[in-house]
Nanobody, 121 residues
Framework: QVQLVESGGGLVQAGGSLRLSCAVSGLTFIWYDMAWFRQSPGKEREFVAAISWRAPKTYFADSVKGRFTISRDNAQNTLYLQMNSLKPEDTAEYYC??????????????WGQGTQVTVSS
């Protein structure tokens, strides 16, 4: 059974930082590209960042470039998202996903349940 479990969300003031984690089990983690998406109420799920299984290479949405960092620990089967200089517009439910590197949600086969990030102004 494949499981992706996010943690690390919470309430933070604008300008603050959070580190999200995604613990993965039930699949061969090193074979999968991984990504973070987010979704706010009334909006579509949007791409945040991705990291390939090979190299690895990283990709970011323009809205988070320079503020967020994505990384993975293949020994621990864990994906991370370090979020700095947070803004109120970063408020959303954050999801990790496993699949093929892309900014399209349809390229990811497995999803976590999400963790809420709220940034107060």
């Amino acid at each position: 059974q494949v499981q992706l479990v996010e943690s690390g969300g919470g309430l933070v003031q604008a300008g603050g930082s959070l580190r999200l984690s995604c613990a993965v089990s039930g699949l061969t983690f090193i074979w999968y590209d991984m990504a973070w998406f987010r979704q706010s109420p009334g909006k579509e799920r949007e791409f945040v960042a991705a990291i390939s299984w090979r190299a690895p290479k990283t990709y970011f949405a323009d809205s988070v470039k320079g503020r967020f960092t994505i990384s993975r620990d293949n020994a621990q089967n864990t994906l991370y998202l370090q979020m700095n200089s947070l803004k109120p517009e970063d408020t959303a439910e954050y999801y990790c996903a496993a699949g093929s590197t892309s900014d399209a949600a349809s390229h990811y086969h497995y999803w976590g349940q999400g963790t809420q990030v709220t940034v107060s102004s």
